[in-house]
């Protein structure tokens, strides 16, 4: 492997800094949702809100907050 492949493989390399609680909440719960085998948006959004775990602002998911969130924390 060449000296600097160890940089590709930081998992979270483009991550502006720590990840916090409600990031790994959130990603915890989708990476729970897809082990029990849904890969689709609409069960992805059902599966949190079944999980009980929050929009940002407080509110169930839908697709829209969902996906402006992914664009926030993608930023």
């Known amino acids: 492997m060449p000296d600097n492949a160890a ?12 990840i916090s609680p409600y ?3 959130l990603s915890g719960s989708i990476m729970e949702i897809f082990g029990q ?3 689709d ?10 999980l009980g775990l929050h929009a940002p602002d ?12 992914m664009r926030r924390l993608g930023a």
């Open 58 to 69: 407080g509110q169930a998911w839908n697709e829209d907050n969902f996906r402006a969130e």
């Open 37 to 39: 085998g849904t890969h």
């Open 7 to 18: 940089h590709y493989l930081e998992p979270h390399q483009t991550h502006p800094g720590p």
């Open 23 to 25: 990031e790994a909440k």
């Open 41 to 50: 948006l609409p069960g992805l959004i059902a599966g949190l809100n079944e």
